[in-house]
């Protein structure tokens, strides 16, 4: 789930400062002189492997399909959420996978790891199993972590209630993945072949790791409409388990 690097599409804002714990309050300053800082943490609560909230649906068998052009290349990105479930720091997450090639050739499969709770219905984040590949084969495991391994934490994928100026830690993996978000919008109008969307939500992505800054739009009631250049091309319940 990380913030996708998209040709033409990331703004570079400076070199960030810092690549300690986020849970120990982790603060990147930017040229501007402020300091970045989560306003929304996750909450103690119980959790399940299934449910949806208005931006995310954590359901077996929802899948979304999404392509775009970065540079020359067409970029596929197909996100399956399967029947399988993974314990990761105590808790059943939900299997999420992300299968992403250019020109038709496998760039990436990430098994991304989700809960929501049971009494906010905050989706949470405890991590991903990452492979990389090129010319076929897996060259290497770049971006995985998982929520109870070498200090890492959950963070939060979805928050139930978005308000313009909120921050939050989607992930929180010292010195591996720090990526982190803040609402823009919710009023966002989003064009793509497979429909338009009204009352998007605009998700601004940064990390303290690397400089760029990423936005992804979700649509009510379907979840990511838009991730740099990729767009939805289709979206519903398909058959796929484990």
Partial sequence: MKT???????TIVGLFAGTGSAAAGEKATAKTGKSWEASLSPQAEAMSATGRNRFFILEPGHQRVYQGKEGRKTVDLVITVLNETKQVAGVETRVVEERESADGKLVE?????FAIGAATKNVYYFGED??????GKVVSHEGAWLAGVNGAKHGIAMPVENKVGDKYYQEQAPK???DRAETVSLTEKVKTPAGTFENCLRVKETTPLEPGVGYKLYAPEIGLVQDGVVKLVKHGFVAKGN
């Fill in 4 to 10: 996708r690097n998209i040709i033409g599409l990331i």
């Fill in 176 to 178: 591996v993945a720090l």
């Fill in 130 to 135: 990452v492979d990389m590949y090129k010319n």
């Fill in 109 to 113: 499969v990430s098994l991304n790891y």
